[in-house]
């Protein structure tokens, strides 16, 4: 009796088996596979949504997941469960945190599947794909989106303080001006908001003053050059001058926050606050956005999220698709519309501005690409850029010199990128 | 080969054969609880005990290089000033205890609607500690926080309790007590329903007073409870992470570097920085000042806890 269940038994499970086999070699794309899409939570959601459900369409056999994770965990998580083999299939990547997975081998490459699929990378800023490029000869992603830096501001609070607005002419010593008038201590209005904030602040002034974060070998940090302490001394003269909050009242209450409340005149921050500001009713008629002010040249930096997948997934071909799709014209014009972020694919900022009406000079961000250089992201980046609150504090206080405070970071900097 | 030398060796190998077939039963009784111990606890221990001594990426095996790690954390500032914070807010949080005790005693008075009290305590226990970090930045705001209106009511200026390291410490403290009372409380009713009451009873008739009683009945009765408690907070405080990271909002907060507390510096290490090898070396030495710091405390108790 047991003998025969048990080759019954053998025999199911051989058939079973064989099946099993057969299926993947007869009809390989239409096997019904589930992937997993892992981003940040925020604005941009249901713009991600409608891109997943936009190649569901075109994919029927094809489920993608969209994972929302807050941005504190986002990549204490990635990490761990990439370390661990549970990583999403897909999932954002910022240029900043691209390095170590990619040198740990868990990116997918994906560069045949762009080949196969024709996708020309013409279509994407330059600046931006360099970002990502990790000299190995292997594309992992393809930007999303992109960004570049402007000038925020409240056109009610320089109509009160009778400042003219600002002009796509403006130099650093127009701005330290305009920023001083439009300070008034009593009713807790500031011209400016200076955080030590890299991306939206201190980098712009940096490449505008002519000089660099990192040495062109990426060996070293060149913070401590004369052109870079200039373009530090474009922030902490801002402070000096009782123009913008202390960096404790911005601990409590972030510069974005409190442009949106209106105790900000002048915000310098990226395309991607757009959608957050034209969203609130109350500031968005008093809302306007102008170039970056010219020190000896005009810069910006530039970054984006990439679309980038896990190399341990089970299914790289359909995440190869979906990233290409994800970070494609189609899904470029979905988040065009829903406003959501500045798209990388080229021939879609149009349709991006058409989303906030009202926002008229949003046009900015676009011209902007023309000066815009890569975010500084060598080595170790979201370490050394972590040290900055620690070694800058002190100069934005005023408690010691850019000099010395630069030379410091300079040479932290120099030890971390030395580590590899 | 003859029978008679035969037979007392099988009987010998009967009887370990025997013994080891109870001592077989015997293992796989307590594998699952084993196993479940050693894949949760011992393997992790030793895997960072392991990496503390090595350098590790965050992908892909890592390399030995011996003590490195540990001189590194030893000559690292930051490290040390990590340590006085741990300290401190470790020593500011222990006066929650006096605290539990006079407000367990208090509720044991109340003769109705004590576990209305119980509850409300206990409420911080079981709140979202994100909610708790958005509620206390509220507060603590310096430009319109609560508290530096109440205190402008009275003349006393305002700070910046959670943007300046000379006061967060203290802030994450006060958040600590409160968050930690209902549990001490929870613990120190349990301790004190177990005190008889006759003891109460007699001590009234020879005319001693509420206080008196409090001192000499309550608080001796009640140490053993209280020795529980302290050991317990102190582990919990000098292991602080959470509230560094609610309370301060950002990384971008100014008064971060100055607020650091060990496991905070392990969760740098570890997940922004991407140094496996360095965290656990900094795991591992917070573990050996919490074995030191405990190992103090049951040689301390000696001299100050009554058993009956």
Redesign the interface.
Same mark, same amino acid.
């Given at each position: 009796m047991h003998k025969k269940w048990l080759t019954a038994a053998a025999a199911v499970a051989t058939v079973g088996l064989l099946a099993a086999c057969s299926t993947p070699s007869e009809a390989p794309s239409d096997e019904p596979v589930t992937i997993t899409y892992q981003v940040w939570a925020g604005t941009q959601t249901p713009a991600m949504q409608e891109i997943v459900d936009a190649f569901e369409e075109e994919n029927p056999n094809i489920t993608v997941e969209l994972q929302e994770l807050p941005w504190?965990q986002y990549?204490?998580t990635l990490?761990?469960s *990439? *370390?661990g083999g549970t990583a999403p299939d897909a999932f954002w990547m910022l240029a900043q945190q691209i390095k170590?997975?990619a040198?740990?081998?868990?990116l997918l490459d994906i560069t045949d599947a762009i080949e196969a699929e024709g996708v020309d990378l013409a279509n994407y800023p330059q600046a931006v794909l360099d970002l990502y490029d990790q000299g190995d000869g292997a594309i992992y992603g393809l930007p999303k989106d992109f960004d570049t830096n402007a000038i925020w501001y409240n056109k009610a609070l320089f109509d009160a303080a009778g400042v003219d607005y600002p002009t796509d002419s403006w130099t650093w010593e127009d701005f330290r001006t305009a920023a001083k008038e439009l300070t008034n201590a009593e009713a807790g209005v500031w011209g400016v908001a200076a955080?030590?904030?890299y991306q939206g602040g201190y980098y712009n002034s940096i490449f505008q003053a002519g000089g660099q974060v990192i040495s062109d070998d990426g060996k070293t940090a060149e913070l401590d050059t004369p052109e870079a302490i200039a373009g530090i001394k474009f922030w902490t003269d801002l402070m000096a001058d009782g123009s913008s909050p202390t960096?404790?009242?911005?601990?409590?209450?972030?510069a974005e926050t409190q442009f949106e409340q209106g105790k900000i005149a002048m915000y310098l921050s990226g395309a991607y606050w757009a959608l957050k500001l034209y969203d609130n009713a109350e500031i968005r008629p008093n809302i306007d956005v102008a170039p970056l002010p010219i020190g000896e040249q005009r810069a910006t930096v530039t970054s984006g999220i990439a679309n980038v997948g896990y190399v341990g997934t089970k299914h790289p071909d359909e995440v190869a698709k979906f990233l290409i799709f994800a970070s494609g014209e189609t899904a470029a014009n979905i988040q065009a519309k829903a406003g959501a972020v500045l798209p990388a694919f080229k021939g879609t900022e149009q349709t991006w501005m058409d989303a906030m009406p009202e926002f008229t000079n949003l046009q900015v961000f676009i011209d902007a690409i023309e000066y815009a250089v890569p975010l500084p992201v060598q080595g170790?980046a979201?370490?050394w850029q972590?040290l900055q609150?620690?070694f800058l504090?002190p100069a934005?206080n005023g408690q010691e010199s850019v000099e010395d405070a630069a030379r410091k970071y300079t040479e932290a900097i120099d030890k971390v990128l030395a580590e590899g | 080969m003859s029978s008679s030398v035969v037979k007392p060796v099988r009987q010998v190998r009967r009887r370990t054969g025997f013994a080891a077939r109870t001592d077989w039963w015997a293992y796989a009784m307590i594998a699952p609880a084993f196993i479940g111990l050693a894949a949760l606890y011992l393997w992790p221990f030793l895997s960072t005990f392991l990496k503390s001594f090595m350098n590790v990426?965050? @992908? #892909?095996p890592g390399e030995f290089n011996g003590v490195d790690n540990y001189t590194k954390l030893i000559g690292d500032d930051a490290f040390w000033r990590a340590l006085g914070n741990t300290a401190l807010y470790t020593g500011i949080v222990l006066l929650g205890i006096p605290l539990a005790i006079v407000f367990a005693a208090l509720i044991q008075q109340v003769s109705r609607g004590r576990a209305v009290y119980r509850v409300l305590f206990f409420l911080p226990v079981v709140t979202l500690p994100v909610a708790i970090g958005m509620v206390w930045?509220f507060i603590l705001? #310096?430009?319109f926080?609560l508290l530096n209106w109440v205190f402008s009511l009275v003349g006393i200026p305002g700070q910046?309790w959670? /943007?300046?390291d000379r006061f967060t410490i203290y802030a994450f403290a006060v958040v600590g007590i409160w968050m930690g009372l209902g549990v001490n409380l929870i613990i120190l009713g349990a301790g004190l329903q177990n005190i008889p009451v006759e003891l109460y009873e007699a001590s009234s008739l020879d005319g001693a007073n509420r206080v008196r009683q409090f001192f000499s009945i309550t608080l001796p009765l009640l140490s053993p409870t209280i020795f529980f408690v302290t050991v317990l907070t102190t582990i919990s405080a000098l292991q602080m992470f959470d509230l560094v @990271?609610i309370m301060? #909002?950002?990384?971008?907060?100014? /008064?971060?570097?100055g607020s650091k507390t060990i496991v905070y510096l392990f969760?740098?290490a /570890? @997940?922004?920085? @991407?140094k496996q090898g360095f965290a656990a070396t900094i795991a591992i030495v917070l573990l050996v000042i919490i074995m030191a710091v405990t190992a103090l405390q049951f040689r301390l108790q000696k001299k100050w806890v009554i058993y009956d």
């Open positions: 504190p990549w204490s990490q761990t *990439a *370390a170590p997975y040198e740990g081998k868990q955080p030590i904030d960096l404790q009242q911005l601990s409590d209450t972030e170790n979201a370490e972590g609150t620690e504090t934005w | 990426p965050v @992908f #892909g930045r705001n #310096g430009d926080g910046y959670v /943007a300046d @990271f301060l #909002g950002s990384v971008n907060n100014t /008064a971060i570097d969760y740098e /570890a @997940f922004v920085q @991407f």
